[in-house]
Nanobody, 121 residues
Framework: QVQLVESGGGLVQAGGSLRLSCVAS????????MGWYRQAKGNQRELVAT???????NYADSVKGRFTISRDNAKNTVYLQINSLKAEDTAVYYC???????????????WGQGTQVTVSS
């Protein structure tokens, strides 16, 4: 069974930093695009950053210059370095990955369970 497990969230003061990690585990054939999304209370889930297999990245305007997404393909892991945290960054952060379980399987997106990031002002 394929799953994504996030870690690294927590309570941090405004201006601080966190590093989120997400590991894809289980039996899988391949991973393609990976990304991070977030959902603040009362809001819809929104894209934070994505990274392709070739390390092309895309960021939401609200996080450009503060957040950095990276991946380690050998470890099936995607990271999100979060700097200069603001109160409005408070949300549950979800990992997302496009994976193929078997060589004959279709590509599909998987989600992690989320990790809470809370920024105190």
């Amino acid at each position: 069974q394929v799953q994504l497990v996030e870690s690294g969230g927590g309570l941090v003061q405004a201006g601080g930093s966190l590093r989120l990690s997400c590991v894809a585990s289980g039996s899988m054939f391949a991973i393609r695009d990976m990304g991070w999304y977030r959902q603040a209370k009362g809001n819809q889930r929104e894209l934070v950053a994505t990274i392709t297999l070739g390390n092309n990245t895309n960021y939401a305007d609200s996080v450009k210059g503060r957040f950095t997404i990276s991946r380690d393909n050998a470890k099936n892991t995607v990271y999100l370095q979060i700097n200069s945290l603001k109160a409005e960054d408070t949300a549950v952060y979800y990992c997302n990955a496009e994976m193929r379980v078997f060589v004959s399987s279709p590509w599909r997106f998987y989600w992690g369970q989320g990790t809470q990031v809370t920024v105190s002002s």
